[in-house]
Nanobody, 115 residues
Framework: QVQLVESGGGLVQAGGSLRLSCAASGRSFSINNMGWYRQAPGKQRELVAAITSGGSTNYADSEKGRFTISRDGAKNTVYLQMNSLKPEDTAVYYC?????????WGQGTQVTVSS
């Protein structure tokens, strides 16, 4: 089993920045890809950014140029640096991880961007 714990969410004004962290524990050596998803009220959960074990990244179009995903293998931690935040970025952000056979989710962290 893998446990994912997110941190770093909060309230920020539009144009501000936040950095989310997700620490993996347990059988974290089995993790391949990791990523961040978000879910706004009344909307489906959507991919924000993902990173492979080799460091290749993928972003949703609306986040390109504003968000940066990175990974520290030694710490089993993935980060999401979010800049130029907009009110429409308000959501619960979830950390996601994949091993060969399983998918894991964190409990989520709230990000609220005020206008």
């Amino acid at each position: 089993q893998v446990q994912l714990v997110e941190s770093g969410g909060g309230l920020v004004q539009a144009g501000g920045s936040l950095r989310l962290s997700c620490a993996a524990s347990g059988r974290s050596f089995s993790i391949n890809n990791m990523g961040w998803y978000r879910q706004a009220p009344g909307k489906q959960r959507e991919l924000v950014a993902a990173i492979t074990s080799g460091g290749s990244t993928n972003y949703a179009d609306s986040e390109k140029g504003r968000f940066t995903i990175s990974r520290d293998g030694a710490k089993n931690t993935v980060y999401l640096q979010m800049n130029s935040l907009k009110p429409e970025d308000t959501a619960v952000y979830y950390c996601n991880a994949h091993s060969v056979y399983y998918e894991y989710w964190g409990q989520g962290t709230q990000v609220t961007v005020s206008s």
